[in-house]
């Protein structure tokens, strides 16, 4: 069955830490870019950071520069979102996609969703 299935979220305070997990089956998830995205209930999912083949960091968005890590363990077929210094505002249900090639920005050009985890910052 080719699937991305995310892990990881959860309720953490302010300061903290998580780290979400992002595991393909079915297929090679190295060949593939991979965003993570976000998104909050009543606005636009947003693209937070993208991985291409070869662990080439290609984005991340202004907001979470310096705080979030995306990184692969190609031995398991997963992405990772190491999130830092996490903020109230980084509460959104997180995403990761798959796109053959480049990253890109089109959502629509994703060929793999997950089904999404839900981080809550707050005290």
């Known amino acids: 069955q080719v699937q991305l299935v995310e892990s990881g979220g959860g309720l953490v305070q302010p300061g903290g830490s998580l780290t979400l997990s992002c595991a393909a089956s079915g297929f090679t998830l190295d060949y593939y870019a991979t965003t993570w995205f976000r998104q909050v209930p009543g606005k636009e999912r947003e693209a937070v950071s993208c991985i291409r083949r070869g662990d080439r960091i290609e984005f991340y968005d202004d907001s979470v520069r310096g705080r979030f890590s995306i990184s692969r363990d190609n031995g398991k077929n997963t992405v990772y979102l190491q999130m830092n210094s996490l903020k109230p505002e980084d509460t959104a249900v997180y995403y990761c996609?798959?796109?053959?090639?480049?990253?890109?920005?089109?959502?629509?050009?994703?060929?793999?969703w997950g089904q999404g985890t839900q981080v809550t910052v707050s005290s």
């Open positions: 996609a798959a796109v053959w090639g480049p990253c890109v920005a089109k959502e629509g050009m994703y060929d793999y």
